[in-house]
C-alpha cells in the first residue's frame, strides 16, 4: 500500500510524532478533493485504531523508533474499508447518548484549561459512552422525552 515515495502527514499521539502515510492520490477515477478526503479519514482511522497500542507500548517504556516501527508495521497491513456512517445505524436515542458523551468529556477539558484536537475528543466520548452505555442511554431517553413533551406544549401555545 505504501513505499518511500508515498506522502505523509505528521501527527502527534501520546506526544510522540509520527509519520502517516498518505496512500491515495488523484486519477483517472479518483479526484483531487476525494483523494484528500479519503486520506484525511485512512490518517485518522489508522492514527485512532493503533492509539491504545501506542499508549501501551509508550508507558511501558519502548523508544521512539520501536513504536514507529510498530505504528509502521500497523499502516501497511492496514485494510481501508468502509461502513455505514454512524448516523444511518444509530439510533435517535443513541445519537443523543452519544452527544451527551462528548458534552461531558468537552465540559471536563474546558473546567481543567485542556485543549485536545476533534479526534481525541471523539475517542475520549466513545470510551466513555461505551463504559457508561446503559446510563447515557437512560439519561437520552428522558431527555428526548422530555424535549418532546416540550415541543409539543409549543406546538399547542402556537396553534392558539
Not at 5 to 23: A, L
Not at 81 to 102: D, G, M, N, Q, Y
Not at 126 to 142: I, N
Request: hydrophobic letters at 30%; a neutral charge; glycine letters at 4%.
Amino acid at each position: 500500500m505504501s513505499t518511500d515515495k508515498t506522502p505523509t502527514v505528521e501527527r502527534k499521539i501520546c506526544g510522540i510524532s509520527f509519520q502517516v502515510y498518505k496512500p491515495f492520490r488523484s486519477g483517472q477515477t479518483l479526484e483531487d478533493a476525494w483523494a484528500e478526503q479519503l486520506n484525511k479519514v485512512f490518517v485518522r482511522k489508522v492514527c485512532t485504531g493503533f492509539y491504545r497500542h501506542i499508549k501501551e507500548m509508550h508507558d511501558n517504556g519502548a523508544s521512539e523508533p520501536e513504536i514507529q516501527q510498530a505504528f509502521d508495521e500497523y499502516v501497511r497491513s492496514y485494510e481501508f474499508r468502509t461502513t455505514r456512517s454512524r448516523s444511518c445505524s444509530e439510533s435517535k436515542v443513541e445519537t443523543t447518548a452519544r452527544a451527551l458523551a462528548r458534552k461531558i468529556i468537552k465540559d471536563k477539558l474546558k473546567q481543567s484549561g485542556q485543549k485536545l484536537d476533534r479526534d481525541d475528543v471523539a475517542r475520549l466520548a466513545d470510551e466513555l459512552y461505551t463504559k457508561y452505555e446503559q446510563e447515557f442511554v437512560d439519561k437520552a431517553t428522558k431527555k428526548l422525552e422530555q424535549d418532546a413533551k416540550v415541543r409539543s406544549e409549543l406546538e399547542e401555545l402556537v396553534s392558539e
